[in-house]
């Protein structure tokens, strides 16, 4: 399979001179957008994602060739569009393109992928699905990296995650987030905070990237720092996250919720939400030691009240577009999603890779290019479309898609089960959990009315 990128404008720097498609310079600044043709026969579409956006506008696919040649449009309408899309920043004044254009042939479309680059960090936390710490040595090499973005871009994937181990950690972070720019993909970045100084904020806002995403343990420091094991740290994070803020980079807060925080988990939501003018969002410890795990009913019935104020369920990865037709897994396993470790090893998801289970391990970019190990892996293939049990007799599958798949088999061994937490989300407008796995034996698929 091959992607064609055909016209690409680099993503401008403030002040300086820019080159556009067809060699025209422009000194305006324009934030340029990823077009994503969906060239499948039974579903041909246009995609506009926008470098700061999360749900990308979807034209007809008849619309290409009046972004493409906009000066051979004939009739008023086609003609209206244009102008519309000049409006919009689709095309330059100069009726360009204005960024780059990529075209899809071959289902299922990777939109995602995640890059674990390192699992060297600055904190040792003792929950961490990665085992990340400062002595830890497990990398991939820059050319690794660049090599990967590069195959990502042929195969038109739009967005791109770096985490680690500590992502700003990575001496190369910088050069890495220019490669994925240059390729007109969106990035967003996670990081524990401690190093987003003025110098990283300051690049992140320059370089375009769309988001960082920042995990607290708590608004309380003896909390955080008690699990993050550096005093002075809660300080130093909380004022990166609010500089970030000030510079127009958009901060999302992730809190995971176990033993040690569970108790005021209500008050560090509605703290970060007075303070920061933000939902947390809040992720739970599954399995693991005593210390930290704790039970869905524990989390529900933490959490359930907080759920549209201040704070909303999540998991560390970002969830599929809201957008995509038909029930598919919300959380993108086998269906738009990579996640590729330190290792090399080109995953499910995050947490469900190797380390979780031999059931899951994926093959390693350094003895297979990522065309190959998401279109023909067994990994892949055997999850492919892999999604709760219940989503063609359930009546809230339309708007859960599923859940969570590594919530599902970390409660239950198995990846086609029900996430519990989805369920009480979508079909529990209650307080108390509901074990909607004892009413779906039953036979029962309804939601719970108060």
């Keep these: 399979m091959t992607a064609a990128g055909s016209h690409f404008m680099t993503p401008p720097t403030q002040g300086a001179t820019q080159p556009c498609v067809g060699g025209v310079e422009k000194r305006d600044r324009m934030e340029p957008y990823m077009f994503v043709f969906t060239h499948r026969p039974h579903r041909k579409s246009l995609e506009v994602q926008g470098m700061q956006g999360y749900s990308p506008v979807i034209l007809s696919d008849v619309t290409l060739p009046y972004l493409l040649d906009p000066g051979q ?5 086609a003609a209206g569009f244009v102008e519309r899309a000049v409006g919009r920043g689709w095309l330059s004044p100069q009726k360009e393109l204005n960024g780059v254009l990529r075209t899809v042939r071959t289902e299922p479309w990777l939109r995602r992928m995640q890059i674990e680059t390192a699992l060297t960090c600055n904190f040792s936390c003792d929950y961490c699905y990665s085992g990340s710490a400062p002595t830890r040595r497990e990398r991939l090499e820059p050319a690794e990296i660049a090599a990967l973005l590069d195959q990502a871009a042929e195969l038109a994937v739009r967005e791109i995650c770096f985490t680690g181990g500590e992502f700003l950690l990575y001496p190369a972070w910088r050069d890495l987030v220019a490669h994925a720019r240059s390729h007109g993909m969106v990035v967003d970045v996670h990081t524990n905070g401690y190093l987003l100084d003025d110098g990283a904020i300051a690049h992140l806002a320059q370089s375009g990237a769309r988001q960082v995403q920042v995990t607290m343990e708590s608004h309380l420091a003896e909390i955080h720092e008690s699990i993050r094991g550096r005093r002075g740290s809660w300080a130093r994070v909380m004022r990166n996250i609010r500089a970030a803020r000030d510079a127009g980079l958009r901060t999302k807060v992730v809190t995971q919720v176990h033993r040690k925080n569970l108790s005021t988990i209500r008050e560090t939501a509605a703290w970060f939400h007075s303070q920061l003018g933000q939902m947390v969002n809040l992720d739970r410890i599954v ?3 005593d210390d930290f795990a704790v039970s869905h009913e524990e989390f529900w019935e933490a959490v359930a009240p907080l759920m549209g104020l201040g704070a909303r369920a999540s998991r560390l990865c970002d969830p599929a577009d809201a957008g995509m037709p038909g029930v598919e897994p919300e959380c993108g396993v086998g269906a738009d999603l990579v996640y590729v470790t330190a290792d090399g090893e080109i995953a499910l998801c995050p947490t469900m890779t190797s ?8 093959r390693n ?4 290019s990522l065309e190959d190990a998401w ?8 999850y492919r479309g892999v999604n709760c049990e219940n989503t063609h007799r359930c009546p809230a599958a339309g708007g859960c898609r ?3 798949r590594s ?8 990846v086609d089960a029900p996430d519990v937490i989805a369920c009480n989300i979508n079909k529990n407008p209650g307080g108390v959990f509901i074990d909607f ?4 034996a039953d036979g029962d698929f309804t939601p719970v009315t108060v």
Aim: glycine residues 16%; neutral net charge.
């Design 402 to 404: 599923g859940g969570c």
């Design 287 to 289: 399995g693991g030691s």
């Design 365 to 368: 970019l350094r003895e297979t």
């Design 437 to 440: 796995i004892g009413r779906y």
């Design 407 to 414: 919530n599902a088999y970390a409660e239950t061994g198995r």
């Design 355 to 362: 380390r979780e289970s031999a059931l899951f391990s994926g």
């Design 73 to 77: 449009v004939a009739d008023d309408r």
């Design 375 to 382: 279109y023909s892996s067994e990994t892949f293939t055997r």
